[in-house]
């Protein structure tokens, strides 16, 4: 189990272009080449006043890899408002000139098609698609649609949904798993995501990708499609690991996880998954395909009572960070590895600067000392556990005053209201920790102290790693603290769940690299 099936799969990788200009369309065809694309979806209802017989000739002749034609009308979600016969005769001009792809929607599809067919000579394959842009339908009514898709004849169906929550899309992985014709299905959005990452491990034709400088919110890039997940090593067996959180745009966990699977020929891809609803995630993706689980912000307390038994760590500390599906009965088992990762990243940059601890008895260099720690959450708890477990006194602020009085109680430590921390002059020799989402992309500039208190602390540290150097730990280091970056905690909690996830040992110093590069 787990081991690369080194056998490609047959989905391609699709970059659509809605450049204004022909100019630019070519310019873009050659830039998806270049990046990996396989085929570019060429919206013809974005060019400024196109002329079909002039421009598409020379789109058509000059392509330098596969194109997949459409002209979207207004009605169908596209720009074109213009008379229906015209639009249908440039699509029937494309395939005569030669394109590898024309795009059909079913309103106009059962009549198109069934005229194009008893003539149909040329090497153009037809896409049969319909834009959903309500609820996402029922499993039945998906089945009805697609049905009605497939009597029309196409070569490819192509179901674009838009749904509410990650759950609905399970809907899609069902009908790329079942499809008798080949199938392209995804949603649109952040939380469809996930639809164009998995779509290669059910089977799905084409999966989408922007190219590099031109972002659209819920598809990866070419790139990363090609480097960070390669997609073309996808398959059925593929075990499915992702970050459950809300939002996720900002987990680096792919970047590092993926090509991780990859160095030890272990069959995982790792994803970010969008959860709204806990309870419904969990019921709906119970399957042994989806096999374990990093927890972020803000479930890492939450998502406790939808584990089936959780390591006594993370028990004590009420919060976890990773889950395994346990093979042998799927029962979800919660851990939590933020916490020595936290500590001992805190530990070694002391030691490196060559600080003696508090309390020799206790051998941590955070032995004795003031621990002041921003923030009373999941990492938040990681972080008060880990300092109490080194004979650290703990000082904590949150936004939540009872939340913080509850955490002091379990750590023996103090609580105080989250607005003194701006001015709370700590001991000599203190810690800071800040363990609240301040200060991470896009609001880089937010920081839970004040600049003056700064000087007081011997050592900053922020678990926030995006970005790599916040403005807090810029502050800090100004101010003559160590600092140390949430990418260290990341790297180091991210081995431990890798251990996890794949019953292997974490090649560390291959995983160090990757995050020195591309963090």
């Not at 079909?52 to 000739?57: I, R, S, T, V």
């Not at 809907?171 to 798993?177: A, G, K, M, P, V």
């Not at 972080?383 to 379990?410: Q, Y």
Request: charged share 20%; with cysteine.
């Amino acid at each position: 189990m787990g081991v690369v099936n080194i056998t490609k799969n047959t989905t391609m990788i699709c970059a659509p272009l809605m450049a204004q200009s022909v100019e630019q369309v070519l310019s873009n065809m050659y830039q998806a080449k270049a990046e990996g694309a396989d085929v570019v979806e060429i919206r013809l209802d974005c060019i400024n006043n196109f002329q079909p017989g002039k421009d598409l000739e020379i789109i058509l002749t000059k392509k330098p890899l596969p194109v997949l034609i459409v002209y979207r009308p207004k009605w169908a979600g596209g720009l074109y408002e213009g008379d229906e016969h015209k639009r249908l005769e440039a699509l029937h001009l494309a395939e005569d000139l030669g394109a590898d792809y024309v795009d059909f929607e079913l309103k106009v599809a059962s009549n198109t098609l069934g005229k194009q067919y008893s003539s149909h000579q040329s090497g153009t394959r037809f896409i049969v698609s319909c834009n959903l842009d309500c609820e996402t339908p029922s499993e039945e009514d998906l089945g009805y649609l697609v049905s009605r898709m497939q009597d029309t004849g196409a070569d490819i169906i192509k179901l674009v949904v838009s749904v509410n929550e990650i759950t609905e899309i399970a809907r899609i992985f069902q009908l790329l798993s079942h499809c008798q014709v080949p199938i392209i299905a995804y949603s649109v959005g952040e939380r469809g995501l996930v639809s164009q990452l998995l779509s290669p491990k059910f089977n799905g034709a084409l999966v989408y990708g922007s190219l590099k400088g031109t972002p659209v919110l819920g598809l990866p890039t070419v790139e990363s499609l090609r480097q960070t997940y390669k997609v073309e090593h996808i398959n059925a067996d593929t075990k499915v690991f992702g970050l459950i959180s809300k939002p996720v745009g900002h987990s680096k966990g792919p970047i590092l996880h993926n090509p991780t699977f990859r160095h030890v020929n272990y069959n995982g891809i790792y994803v970010p998954m969008f959860v709204d609803d806990l309870k419904k995630f969990f019921s709906t993706y119970s399957s042994p395909d989806f096999a374990g689980f990093s927890v972020g912000f803000p479930y890492k307390e939450a998502v406790m009572k939808f584990c089936d038994e959780v390591h006594p760590l993370a028990q004590a500390i009420a919060a976890v960070n990773t889950i395994i599906r346990r093979p042998s009965d799927g029962k979800l088992i919660g851990y939590n590895t933020d916490c020595e990762a936290s500590i001992t990243a805190i530990e070694d940059a002391i030691k490196e600067r060559g600080y003696k601890n508090g309390t020799a008895s206790f051998g941590s260099p955070l032995a004795g000392r003031m621990f002041v720690l921003a923030g009373a959450g999941g990492a938040g708890r990681a972080l008060a556990f880990g300092a109490k477990s080194r004979g650290a006194r703990v000082v904590i602020f949150d936004i939540d005053f009872e939340r913080a009085k509850s955490l002091a109680s379990d750590v023996m430590g103090e609580a105080r209201p989250f607005e003194d921390i701006l001015n709370f002059q700590p001991e000599k020799g203190a810690i800071l920790a800040n363990a609240t989402p301040l200060g991470m992309h896009p609001n880089t500039d937010r920081v839970p102290v004040s600049e003056e208190t700064l000087r007081d602390y011997q050592l900053v540290f922020d678990a926030v790693y995006t970005p790599r150097k916040t403005r807090l730990l810029k502050d800090a280091e100004a101010a003559g603290a160590i600092i140390v970056s949430g990418v260290e905690m990341f790297l180091r909690q991210a081995i431990g769940q890798f251990n996890l996830f794949t019953g292997k040992e974490a090649p560390k110093e291959f995983m160090r690299e990757i995050v020195l590069a591309k963090f």
